[in-house]
């Protein structure tokens, strides 16, 4: 039994008999070998940064996915050995700095925007 790699899918969804995305149920396919997971492992839908088909050029990580991909950070950084949890979790907390800076500023580009229409 291989072990699972780290940013790599294990399961995909499908459509479960093949129906249009619109309307069809759905279910889980496997696509890695889940035998060597302890029973009670909670797998999480982390966001993955598509690269389009180019991989010169990914597409960036938008301000709604970073939130959780620091919550993720956090959570998974208590399994960590130090230096490497302190090290993930100072990357959670820029991660979190750096939402809160676009926001402001992406509010002063609102708020300017206003400012010139009135």
Not at 49 to 65: A, C, N
Request: charge should be neutral; include cysteine; glycine fraction near 6%.
């Amino acid at each position: 039994m291989s072990a699972i790699k780290m940013g790599r899918p294990v399961a995909e969804i499908v459509s479960a008999y093949g129906d249009p995305a619109d309307f069809a149920e759905r279910e889980l396919r496997m696509l890695a070998d889940i035998q060597s997971m302890p029973i009670g492992t909670k797998l999480y839908a982390v966001p993955v940064f598509d690269s389009g088909g180019d991989d010169r050029s990914p597409r960036r990580p938008s301000t709604h996915s970073a939130p959780s991909y620091a919550g993720y950070l956090r959570r998974h950084a208590c399994r960590l050995d130090q230096p490497k949890r302190g090290a993930i979790e100072n990357a959670a907390t820029v991660i979190e700095l750096l939402v809160q800076e676009t926001r402001r500023l992406h509010q002063e580009l609102i708020d300017s925007q206003e400012k010139t229409h009135d």
